[in-house]
């Protein structure tokens, strides 16, 4: 699975214009009546990288939030067990099941949250989020040791084994991504995926206007 130019990364700019003239279409979208939305930043992003999507959710009535826990600094299970109680309680609060949107590395937490607690998760929403080999067809994969990429390898496998995720899924890739290979992102063993595929990459996909409208109609369908 090989990385095409990094450069290409670079091409916010484009998606920024999508974004302003798509506006009129995104407003347009079904309205959320506060259903819970907790929004996961990928591996070193700051909670701020999430901060236009959740602004977009809150204006289409959704109670959105980001996670809360600061720069995701890349412990999946360090996470998983600081969000499970979070989402458990928002759920049983509220009376209604969680949807979790997770860029990148915060997908794969999220995916790991509706694993363990499906009864209080609507919807799992990712983009640019590997679900198969960890960090291995990542550009982050040179920060783990060849037997702790083999460990989360085999953690993976068994997880999938043991416990498909139920929840409903949609897995936002791109093939311009160079962060995360895109056939890493296919999830080919949980029993309930819609995958999209958008032309954005792996850094812009978080103001792709396409993306947005792929979450918005994702929320709207979990009501």
Not at 151 to 164: D, S, T
Not at 205 to 220: C, S, Y
Request: charged fraction near 20%; hydrophobic fraction near 35%.
């Amino acid at each position: 699975m090989g990385f095409p130019d990094l450069r290409g990364e670079w091409k916010v700019g484009r998606e920024a214009l999508r974004l302003g003239l798509s506006s009129p279409r995104l407003i347009r979208t079904p309205r959320g009546h506060k259903e819970p939305v907790i929004l996961l930043p990928g591996f070193k992003a700051p909670e701020s990288s999430m901060y236009p999507l959740r602004r977009l959710l809150r204006l289409k009535g959704y109670d959105a939030s980001t996670w809360g826990l600061g720069t995701n600094q890349g412990d999946v299970q360090h996470y998983v067990d600081a969000l499970r109680p979070l989402v458990s309680a928002k759920a049983k609060s509220g009376g209604v099941p969680v949807a979790l949107v997770g860029w990148s590395l915060g997908g794969v937490v999220a995916r790991e949250i509706a694993r363990e607690i499906p009864e209080c998760v609507s919807t799992v929403i990712t983009y640019g989020t590997p679900v198969i080999g960890g960090p291995s067809f990542t550009v982050g994969a040179n920060s783990y040791s060849p037997e702790d990429r083999k460990h989360i390898n085999q953690l993976i496998e068994e997880r999938n084994a043991a416990n498909p995720i139920q929840t409903p899924l949609a897995i936002v890739f791109t093939r311009a991504d160079t962060i995360v290979s895109w056939p890493a992102c296919i999830d080919r063993l949980s029993t309930n995926t819609t995958h999209y595929e958008v032309d954005s990459t792996h850094f812009s996909m978080g103001i792709d206007p396409t993306v947005w409208g792929i979450v918005l109609e994702r929320l709207h369908q979990a009501r």
